[in-house]
């Protein structure tokens, strides 16, 4: 069993940045991705940005290339998400994640609400 904590999130203004973190407890196998997902209202949830447990290869939605970095420490057992120069379309329910593949989720976090003002 595994469970994920976020925190982080807020309400920001447009341009401004914010880091998220998961906290990751129970039994984390150095084969796991883990993955940020956001649901805007009236929208369908879709993954953000997306790392493997022991490193490797990332991936990242177009829409937050070059702005956002997922990234993680093992010994700390959290994955961050940090995201920089925000805009009011990124305003969503942030949840990380953890499964067997990028496109395989098995794990979710309860979630932490981003809003950003224009």
């Known amino acids: 069993q595994v469970q994920l904590v976020e925190s982080g999130g807020g309400l920001v203004q447009a341009g401004d940045s914010l880091r998220l973190s998961c906290v990751v407890s129970g039994r984390i196998l150095s084969s796991t991705y883990m993955g940020w997902f956001r649901q805007a209202p009236g929208k369908e949830r879709e993954i953000v940005a997306a790392?493997?447990?022991?490193?490797?290869?990332?991936y990242y939605a177009d829409s937050v290339k070059g702005r956002f970095t997922i990234s993680r420490d093992n010994a700390k057992n959290t994955v961050y998400l940090q995201m920089n120069s925000l805009k009011p379309e990124d305003t969503a329910v942030y949840s990380c994640?953890?499964?067997?593949?990028?496109?395989?989720?098995?794990?979710w976090g309860q979630g932490t609400q981003v809003t950003v003002s224009s």
């Open positions: 994640a953890a499964g067997s593949a990028y496109t395989h989720y098995n794990y």
């Open positions: 790392t493997h447990w022991s490193g490797g290869n990332t």
